[in-house]
C-alpha cells in the first residue's frame, strides 16, 4: 500500500534550494519517512479498513491497533476458530469516550447490561473486529475533508483521475472517492486536470466515479512536520554523506544528522504508543 503524511509540494515548499526534476525520487523519500514514522511510534497514521483479529481479554480489551470505527465484532468463545457470537454495537464502549483526545479508540468494554462482561477470556484469537483501523488525524473517525471538487474514472484499473479543477490535488494525497482510497503519485499542471493515482488503497475496493465528490485524507500537523523535516534531511544526507552539514551561509546550512533527525523524534514523543508489559 501507498502512503505519504505530507505532499510533494509541501517539501519542495520546505526545500531551502529549489529542486526540479526529481519529484519520483522526492515523493519515494516521502514515503519512506512516513514508513519510518510509523515504526517509531508502533502505529500507522493512515486508515485501512479490515478485519482484525485480536487475543481474548478480560473486561477491557486493549487492541494493538488504533481503531477508528467498528462495524461488527464477533467472538470465538470456545477456541474453535468460529465466532458464532455477534456482539451488539450498543453494549460496546470505545474509550477515550470524551474529551480532545478521544480518537483514536484504544480501550473497548462492555457495558453494564450487555450479558458477557468478558473478551473471549484466554482464547487466542478470539476476537474478531471489522470496522477502520489507524490514528487518522486525532480529531474524528473521518479524517478526511472535502476537497471541493469532484473526479471521474470511468474504469476499475484507470489510473488517470479526471479532475474538475487544478491546483487542490497534490502528489502525496491520499483521496477517498465513494468508498474507495486512491493514492496520488502525480498531477498534470498542463491545463488536462488530471492526477495519476494508485486504485483501491488500504482495504479499499476500486470502483468506477463519475465526477464523484473528493476528499483528502489528512494527518496530525507535527506529523506532517516531522515527515517533511525527516524526508528533506534523507534528501540532504545523499549531497552530504559524510559532513554533518550541508549548505552556505548565504542560503542556510542544514544539519543532516545520520538515521532520524533529533528535532523529529522531539515531535513524535507524544504519538509513541505505550506498549503493555
Not at 483501491?200 to 496530525?220: F, L, R, V
Amino acid at each position: 500500500m501507498n502512503k505519504s503524511y505530507a505532499t510533494l509540494t509541501q517539501l519542495k515548499s520546505f526545500m531551502t534550494n529549489s529542486v526540479t526534476g526529481n519529484d519520483t525520487d522526492l515523493l519515494r523519500i516521502l514515503e519512506d519517512a512516513s514508513q519510518e514514522i510509523d515504526d517509531i511510534c508502533m502505529r500507522y497514521f493512515n486508515t485501512h479498513e479490515d478485519t482484525e483479529i485480536f487475543d481474548g481479554a478480560g473486561t477491557t480489551l486493549i487492541p494493538n491497533i488504533d481503531i477508528l470505527s467498528i462495524s461488527a465484532i464477533n467472538l470465538d468463545m470456545d477456541g474453535s476458530g468460529n465466532y458464532a457470537i455477534s456482539v451488539p454495537l450498543n453494549t460496546v464502549l470505545l474509550y477515550p469516550l470524551s474529551g480532545p483526545q478521544r480518537y483514536p479508540k484504544t480501550e473497548l468494554k462492555f457495558t453494564l447490561n450487555s450479558g458477557l462482561g468478558y473478551w473471549a477470556s484466554g482464547i487466542r484469537a478470539g476476537v474478531q473486529i471489522t470496522g477502520v483501523f489507524g490514528y487518522g488525524d486525532g480529531k474524528g473517525a473521518t479524517p478526511y475533508y472535502d476537497s471541493g471538487i469532484t473526479g471521474t474514472v470511468a474504469t476499475t484499473s484507470g489510473t488517470s483521475l479526471t479532475l474538475s479543477s487544478e491546483d487542490t490535488i497534490q502528489a502525496g494525497h491520499t483521496l477517498r472517492i465513494g468508498s474507495e482510497q486512491m493514492y496520488v503519485q502525480s498531477v498534470s499542471n498542463n491545463g488536462d486536470m488530471t492526477a495519476t493515482v494508485v486504485r483501491g488503497q488500504h482495504g479499499t475496493t476500486a470502483a468506477i466515479h463519475t465526477t464523484a465528490e473528493i476528499y483528502i485524507y489528512s494527518y496530525p500537523g507535527p506529523i506532517v512536520e516531522a515527515t517533511i523535516l525527516q524526508a528533506n534531511r534523507d534528501w540532504k544526507r545523499k549531497e552530504s554523506p559524510v559532513q554533518a552539514v550541508v549548505g552556505s551561509n548565504e542560503l542556510g546550512i542544514v544539519p543532516v544528522t545520520k538515521g532520524i533527525d533529533p528535532d523529529v523524534m522531539k515531535k513524535l514523543q507524544r504519538y509513541i504508543r505505550r506498549q503493555l508489559i
